[in-house]
């Protein structure tokens, strides 16, 4: 990617030189490629960039309960802080900057409303692997944990960390094999429940998928590193019907786009996209109805609806849409303020039973490019 220093300029309001753009307080701080501390003065590898952590400034502390009365309060922030840059100073260091979205990220791939023993699973829009490469990590990444912490909406935690919260080792970070899921154990009561991800080097020798509470009798060795506000969801415990238990209503089997998205463009948004019905054919839940929507993020004015289309699901049904199609423009040359032409699309499906009304929904977001 050729970097002009004109354009990136004018997209942070800076003045054009390079010093100016690379302490700018516009540069997007979720980018894990962005103007970062380091003493060379040539282009960075990729092992230098990891070395200096990105860029960013991590805060860690000795129990998890600690870590999330910081998230709650007003220093949350200071957390993961974007190091105020030195020089020397590098233009190469926007090569594959990323202002549009966030590189954090969490939902759930499928329903938020789950029973004990369900299982519920995680999405998420960064690169787990690539943090384990940073220089904090360094001596111990053979056992960092990535882990769970989950807690009922609602509590507030004070500074000593006197108040309980479930832990659930989700998988070491070496074993990472893009699959986050935790099963909910019998010792959560119905209600509502934060969860939040974290990494962890104090809960050596757990087992994958182990639970353990936590309160003020219980002493937790090890640093806890937390990960952005943005990795936070919110589930529901009940006691109610709801899925097959370890089972979807639904899956999407296939997502992909096309054709390319012109900056400003007439011509029709077109997804090819197929669900198939999960349920097998002994369940009485065989009729579905699906809700499917499409939006992009324009940083100037959120979250712009495209379009939307219902269709049914009948019990062992496979579906393919064609040419969801959006009427409209996409001014995005000068109101969205892409990088290089790129715009991300969300999926958003809802998929209701008719017979018992139980829902899942599920989000998937795709990076699509401008051609000219």
Known sequence: MSIELTKIAMQLGATEDVASVCQ???????????????????????????????GFTLFTFNN?????????????????????RTGPFRLTDFENYNSQILDFGLSFL?????????????????????LLQ?????????????????????????????????????????????????????GLSDGIYEVRLAFSTATTGWNNGEWQYYNSSVSWFGFWYAL???????????????????????????FDNWPYMRFEFFDPLIYDLMFRNMVVLNDTRKDLDVYISYAYTNVLNGEVFLASYTFP?????????????YAGPIEAASTAKLDDGIINIKMFASITDKSTHVSQTKTWTVNVEKTE
Not at 35 to 51: G, M
Request: hydrophobic share 35%.
């Open 64 to 84: 998890p309960s600690r870590m999330i009365y910081e998230l709650q309060n007003p220093n949350a922030s200071t957390i993961w802080s974007y190091a105020d």
């Open 313 to 325: 699901l009948n019990e062992g049904d496979l579906y393919k849409i064609n040419e969801v199609t």
């Open 134 to 186: 940073w220089a904090y990590f360094e001596g111990v990444r053979s056992y960092v944990d990535i882990v769970a912490l989950v807690y009922e909406s609602g509590t507030q935690f004070d500074a000593g960390g006197t108040k309980g919260c479930w832990v659930c080792k989700i998988v070491s970070m070496v074993d990472f094999d893009e699959n986050l899921s935790i099963t909910i154990p019998s």
């Open 228 to 254: 952005p506000e943005q990795c936070k969801a919110t589930f529901n415990v009940s006691g109610t019907p709801g899925p097959t238990p370890g089972g979807d209503l639904f899956e999407a089997v296939e």
């Open 24 to 54: 700018s307080p516009n540069i997007a701080k979720w980018s894990f490629y962005k103007p970062v501390n380091h003493e060379s003065i040539k282009a960075l590898t990729l092992q230098q960039i990891r070395s200096v952590n990105d």
């Open 110 to 130: 499928n329903t938020s409303s789950v029973r004990v023993g369900d299982s519920l699973k995680f999405s998420y829009n960064f690169d787990i692997p690539s």
